[in-house]
């Protein structure tokens, strides 16, 4: 018989047994394209793509962490780590109870998490990275652009203001980009983001078509 006292005395085992989540993550600057091709991505059975930009944005402002957010986001900077990894746990957990995402036979594609190194820390047993594809925007005008179109279209005032747009682009630089390194080059497809989005999709379903399904 199977004592009971063992997993008393290793209240780690819990974690340690359940399932970490296949993931895909789209990596890139702000207004690389990451949320269109996530969008489309997530159309495909078996893929459930989730932009935490967006479990903020369904925040209302009258909750703590939706000030919290709002007070960040404002100034192009990320929201503090840990309330960030809370949240995200709480909104993927959500969605699996309500059986939107079911993590034995789907694919999760992750857009905008995890942001720093810290971040893919923390989420180390929670995630099975199998893939990233690293959007490359070499032409800075048409990250600007994008951002400053979807600011009026998607209400957003984070993209409304070039200080702001700035700040958010050294950010990435900073604190977002050493994630490449700490998942490792060879996980990361090299995705040319100016070009149109079809093509960019294409580049990506090409890497994608050859993901063995999940079990498989
Ligand atoms: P973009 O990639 O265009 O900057 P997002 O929608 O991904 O847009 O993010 C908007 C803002 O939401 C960020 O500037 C940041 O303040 C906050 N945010 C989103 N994801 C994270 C994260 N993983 N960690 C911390 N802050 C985040």
Not at 29 to 57: E, S, W, Y
Not at 86 to 97: A, P, Y
Request: glycine share 6%; with cysteine; net charge positive.
């Amino acid at each position: 018989m199977v004592s009971k006292k063992l997993f008393r005395n290793h209240p780690e085992s819990e974690s340690k047994t359940r399932m970490k989540y296949r993931t895909i993550l789209l990596f890139g600057a702000p207004g690389a394209g990451k949320g269109t091709q996530g969008k489309i991505l997530g159309m495909i059975p078996n893929f459930f793509h989730c932009a935490c930009g967006d479990v903020f944005r369904n925040l209302t402002i009258d909750s703590k962490i939706g000030r919290v957010f709002i007070d960040y986001s404002s100034r192009g900077e990320l929201v503090p780590d840990q309330p960030t990894i809370d949240l995200w746990r709480q909104s993927i957990e959500g969605v699996t109870q309500a059986g939107r995402f079911r993590p034995e036979q789907d694919t999760l594609v992750l857009d905008g998490i995890p942001r720093n190194v810290h971040q893919a820390e923390m989420l180390r047993e929670t995630l099975e990275v199998i893939g990233i594809f690293y959007l490359r925007c070499t032409n800075l005008d048409n990250l600007v652009q994008r951002m400053q179109r979807r600011a009026l279209k998607e209400n957003r005032l984070d993209d409304a203001s070039l200080e702001v747009i700035r700040n958010r682009l050294k950010t990435y630089e900073k604190d977002t980009k050493p994630v490449l390194n700490f998942y490792g080059k060879h996980l990361v497809h090299r995705i040319d983001a100016d070009q149109t989005p079809a093509k960019v999709l294409f580049d990506i379903l090409r890497h994608v078509v050859k993901v063995p399904k999940n079990g498989e």
